[in-house]
Nanobody, 119 residues
Framework: QVQLVESGGGLAQPGGSLRLSCAAS????????MGWYRQAPGKQRELVAS???????NYSDSVKGRFTISRDSAKNTVYMQMNSLKPEDTSVYYC?????????????WGQGTQVTVSS
């Protein structure tokens, strides 16, 4: 089993910054993708950014150049630095660990953390 514990959400002003963290514990396979998704009220959950166990990063077009995902493999922790925040970034952000590339692997989700961008 895997647990994902998120932290770092909150309120920021437009143009401000926040940093999200997601710590994974339990059985972590060697091959995985960790990422951040977000879901605003009435909208579908969407991928924001992801990073593979090999270090390859992927970003949605809406956050490219503003958000940066990174990881500390020793701590099984992924971070997302969010700069130049916009009101449309307001959402609940969910951490995801995808281990489906491994036999017996599956998806895991964090509990979600609220990010609100408002003046």
């Amino acid at each position: 089993q895997v647990q994902l514990v998120e932290s770092g959400g909150g309120l920021a002003q437009p143009g401000g910054s926040l940093r999200l963290s997601c710590a994974a514990s339990g059985t972590i396979f060697r091959v995985y993708v960790m990422g951040w998704y977000r879901q605003a009220p009435g909208k579908q959950r969407e991928l924001v950014a992801s990073i593979t166990s090999g270090g390859r990063e992927n970003y949605s077009d809406s956050v490219k150049g503003r958000f940066t995902i990174s990881r500390d493999s020793a701590k099984n922790t992924v971070y997302m630095q969010m700069n130049s925040l916009k009101p449309e970034d307001t959402s609940v952000y969910y951490c995801n660990l995808d281990q489906k590339l491994n036999i017996g692997g599956r998806d895991y989700w964090g509990q979600g953390t609220q990010v609100t961008v408002s003046s």
